[in-house]
């Protein structure tokens, strides 16, 4: 290595000069699992010394004889800029390059202890090149943000008593230029859309399917090599805080799926990544997984919870997002999860739970927790592990939220059948309140459930045309009535009729039809109310939000329940009639006297329904109904919802 690289009046700098970001508390933090902010350490970092500005670069390879930085600043030579290892056993290898800064591309030369060479991209890296090429980029995440109001109120937004309702999307297929189909939109493009759309329709909330770098574009961005990276198809960190601002500044909570359960076997990322199995746990039985064909962190290894940890808070802390949606959390808990026998090792007390993990799972849930106590986190987690969403210091996992998988299932199970038979599965669609309130639940309609030959959720209901967007209205009518919060994947807002396709834009062209036009105009008027009235969301986790008052109608096929929110006066009526038949005069009781509103019929012509009913105005008459002493007189749409409420 030369000894000398530039000169400066006051010193003379050697190649890669010695410098730290590190303090001893930190290297201690660091090996103790217990440092949440090391994106400030780790990485490539421009910074001035001795009078000189370059960058500081910090890997951690504890398995290297030799670590270099090689770019194009150094004709990508793997022996001119050696990085200097500390001293204290901590595997951290560090140094300062003069003269180097934001855009140059970079990667880590590493020769392991057994002599194995290997070209890795920096984990920490704050930008990737754009795929399929590999190498890092000096980058920096400094915006100045205009949200404050937003992030100083975040927490009305956000809570768990406050409406919730989610617009699930890919980034990269939500919509394409119509004069360049094959060109991603760009950050600043998609906020152009995307931010107006999103007000317009009503929803509180978007979540982006992971936009962190990755190399295989049809994983939809669940095979992440790039961890503290914004995705550079769509443009740059600060192009994606913009759209984050945007979406603020129009009073719209930003989620993003977050992906700590598995990694992929890249060459240039995480897999082996100083020639041991450094992020991946060794023992195949738990660090390879046999669906996705990639690797499991190992969850037990201190620093590779500190890196999981301190990834999550970095999207916190430096995109403003407001909640993380952690995937496969159901593949984390479980040892023998997608496994057959002999294919997994029982934990030390015999079962099946991966006690790492979970031990991992409450500690991000009180990292996060403690550092942004306004966000959520929200578990995609589909078994029945029990307390996911509930405190650690309950014994449970300390997610804010978990995905009401069972509902999801169940729901469209009993919607795929004809409504002649419905009667048959009426246990199907009832099952769910009996342990809706076990867990803080989201309902969700996620892009798992239109793709692969599943359909999307308009030809999952049966029936002529007319009938399956009336199903679809009747499915959106009961999921926004249902305790718990909401989510929606996009396309689904207005009756795409293919499954989804992440290499094209959404069929954009069929709202020229009224159809669609009406389950998007359905969508748009539940999202209003539910916003609007507090007993759709004020106890959406709380038994005491809910009421049956007929859930037994199996014959029928109509099912009639009360939701409450903290002011009796708010209570809202909810009558569903799962068939075609026209209901007059169908009697319910009500818990007060008085005069009851129709204030949403799912039937309505402006959403493309028959407008056969429309109720206006019901007087309660004194005759006992429903084990209520008050009751009215209704007209039911066909495959359609009604929800009362009192007036005056």
């Known amino acids: 290595m030369p000894d000398v690289h530039v000169t400066a009046a006051t010193h003379t700098f050697k190649a890669v000069e010695p410098y730290s970001r590190f303090t001893e508390f930190d290297v201690s933090l660091f090996k103790a699992g217990k440092h949440y902010k090391l994106y400030e350490k780790f990485g490539s970092h421009v910074v001035e010394h001795h009078g000189v500005v370059g960058t500081y670069f910090a890997v951690w390879a504890p398995n290297a004889q030799y670590v270099s930085v090689t770019g194009n600043f150094n004709g990508w030579n793997r022996g001119s800029h050696q990085l200097l290892v500390r001293w204290d056993s901590s595997g951290i290898w560090e140094g300062f390059i003069p003269n180097i800064g934001v855009g140059e591309t970079y990667k880590y030369f590493i020769k392991s202890s057994s002599g194995e060479e290997l070209e890795k991209s920096d984990p920490f890296a704050l930008r990737w090149e754009l795929p399929p090429h590999t190498a890092s980029i000096v980058a920096d995440t400094f915006y100045e943000w205009k949200d404050k109001q937003w992030m100083t109120n975040r927490n009305a937004h956000n809570a768990l008593d406050k409406p919730y309702s989610v617009y699930e999307m890919h980034v990269g297929s939500w919509a394409r230029s119509p004069e360049s189909p094959d060109e991603f939109l760009s950050y600043t493009q998609l906020g152009d859309k995307l931010v107006p759309y999103l007000k317009d329709m009503g929803f509180t909330h978007v979540e982006f399917m992971p936009i962190m770098e990755h190399p295989y574009y049809p994983s939809w961005g669940y095979q992440v090599s790039g961890f503290f990276a914004a995705s550079s198809r769509y443009g740059t960190p600060q192009q994606l805080m913009e759209l984050i601002e945007r979406l603020h500044n129009e009073g719209i909570g930003v989620i993003l799926d977050w992906v700590p359960s598995h990694f992929p076997g890249d060459a240039h990322a995480l897999y082996r990544f100083d020639g041991s199995h450094l ?93 942004f106590p306004d966000v959520q986190t929200i578990a995609e987690e589909s078994t029945a592990f029990p307390g996911v969403s509930r405190p650690t210091f309950t014994g449970g996992l300390g997610f804010g939220m978990k995905w009401m998988m069972g509902w999801m299932h169940d729901t469209l199970k009993y919607f795929a059948n004809d409504p002649v038979y419905r009667k048959y599965h009426h246990g199907q669609i009832t099952f769910s309140t009996i342990y809706a309130f076990t867990e803080n639940f989201m309902l969700p309609f996620s892009h798992d459930e239109v793709v692969y030959g599943k359909k999307s959720l308009l030809n999952k209901m049966p029936g002529d ?184």
């Open 279 to 371: 992020y991946e746990h060794a023992d195949t039985r738990k660090g390879y997984h046999p669906d996705w064909k990639s690797y499991i962190f190992n969850y037990g290894r201190n620093e590779v919870r500190a890196f999981l940890i301190s990834n999550a808070l970095f999207w916190l802390d430096r995109y403003h997002a407001d909640g993380l949606r952690v995937d496969a959390v159901a593949s984390m808990l479980y040892l023998d999860y997608s496994r057959n026998h002999g294919e997994w090792e029982p934990n030390i007390y015999g079962g099946n739970e991966n006690l790492e993990a979970v031990s991992f799972l409450k500690e991000f849930n009180e990292a996060v927790y403690a550092h």
């Open 465 to 648: 045309e007319w009938q399956k967007f009336a199903n679809l209205r009747l499915v959106y009518s009961y999921m926004f009535s249902h305790p718990g919060t909401k989510l929606l994947f996009m396309g689904a807002e207005f009756g795409q009729g293919g499954e989804w396709n992440y290499q094209y834009s959404l069929d954009w062209h069929v709202l020229q039809y009224e159809c669609h036009q009406g389950i998007k105009e359905t969508v748009k008027a539940l999202n209003h109310i539910y916003r609007s009235e507090p007993a759709l969301y004020e106890k959406g986790f709380d038994w005491s939000g809910f009421e049956w008052v007929d859930g037994g109608n199996a014959n029928d096929s109509i099912l009639v329940y009360a939701r409450k929110g903290n002011d009796p006066a708010n209570e809202i009526m909810v009558v569903l009639n799962m068939t075609p038949v026209v209901r007059h005069n169908y009697r319910i009781g009500v818990p007060a006297a008085g005069t009851w509103r129709e204030i949403f019929n799912s039937d309505a012509r402006e959403f493309w329904g028959s407008g056969s009913t429309a109720n206006g105005e019901l007087h309660t008459e004194g005759v006992a109904w429903h084990g209520k002493p008050q009751s009215v007189n209704l007209a039911l749409p066909p495959l359609g919802a009604v929800y009362l409420k009192r007036v005056g």
